[in-house]
Nanobody, 118 residues
Framework: QVQLVESGGGLVQAGGSLRLSCAAS????????MGWYRQAPGKQREVVAT???????NYANSVKGRFTISRDNAKNTVYLQMNSLKPEDTGVYYC????????????WGQGTQVTVSS
């Protein structure tokens, strides 16, 4: 099992920037992926961006060109740099860890609130 601790959320005006961090600890090995999901009020949780332990990234279309995910494997930490924020980016952002090879569990962070005012 992996424990995830997120930080960096907050309130920002539209057009501003925020950087989220997520530090992982526990059983981290093999091929895995870390990333971010978000959930807006009244909506389903959706993927924002992911990065594998090998550095392969994937982004939701809605954040391409504005958000950048990166990962420091030595620190078991994933970052999400969010630029040009929009009110529709508002939500609770959750860090996720997925064990791919060997196949294992998915672990979630507690979530951090991001609010973008217009």
């Amino acid at each position: 099992q992996v424990q995830l601790v997120e930080s960096g959320g907050g309130l920002v005006q539209a057009g501003g920037s925020l950087r989220l961090s997520c530090a992982a600890s526990g059983s981290i090995f093999g091929i895995n992926a870390m990333g971010w999901y978000r959930q807006a009020p009244g909506k389903q949780r959706e993927v924002v961006a992911t990065v594998t332990s090998g550095g392969i990234t994937n982004y939701a279309n809605s954040v391409k060109g504005r958000f950048t995910i990166s990962r420091d494997n030595a620190k078991n930490t994933v970052y999400l740099q969010m630029n040009s924020l929009k009110p529709e980016d508002t939500g609770v952002y959750y860090c996720v860890f997925v064990m791919i090879i060997p196949a294992g569990s998915t672990d979630w962070g507690q979530g951090t609130q991001v609010t973008v005012s217009s």
